[in-house]
């Protein structure tokens, strides 16, 4: 199982994407379930929106999400209080809130990969970051 991070899905999705070239040779080459959870979706949409991109935004959900193929966690309402212990217990680090969620999503489901271009995956040091 591989955890997908918003920037994976978001450089996927752009072909200007500084990470986009990369992101299509990992997707043609894995093998393994991928897997994302709902707070990831919503911050993908934000930003796409945010990023003027919000019919990409629209053809991500009917490529990814209405195809199948990637499973949707939901944040339950426990992980949602550990994510605000992770929060705010790493002071030092610029983690988003989304972040945290994904984290602790990662622990319970013992999910040790992530496809990520984000710094903070690795900060997390119990994940293998891809590619």
């Not at 949707?72 to 605000?84: G, L, Q, S, T």
Request: aromatic letters at 12%; one cysteine or more.
């Amino acid at each position: 199982m591989v955890f997908v991070d918003t920037g994976a899905w978001f450089a996927l999705s752009v072909t200007s994407d500084a990470d986009h070239v990369r992101a299509k040779g990992f997707i043609a080459q894995n093998r393994e379930r991928l897997v994302t959870t709902d707070f990831v979706v919503d911050e993908l949409l934000t930003l796409f929106v945010v990023r003027e991109q919000k019919s990409k935004g629209i053809i991500w959900l009917q490529d990814v999400l209405d195809r199948g193929g990637v499973e949707v966690i939901r944040v339950e309402p426990a992980d949602f209080e550990a994510a605000r212990g992770v929060y705010e217990q790493f002071v030092d680090k610029a983690w988003s809130f989304t972040d945290c969620t994904s984290y602790v999503v990662m622990q319970r489901l013992r999910i040790g990969k992530a496809f990520a271009f984000d710094e903070h995956y690795r900060q997390f040091a119990t994940v293998l970051v891809l590619p």
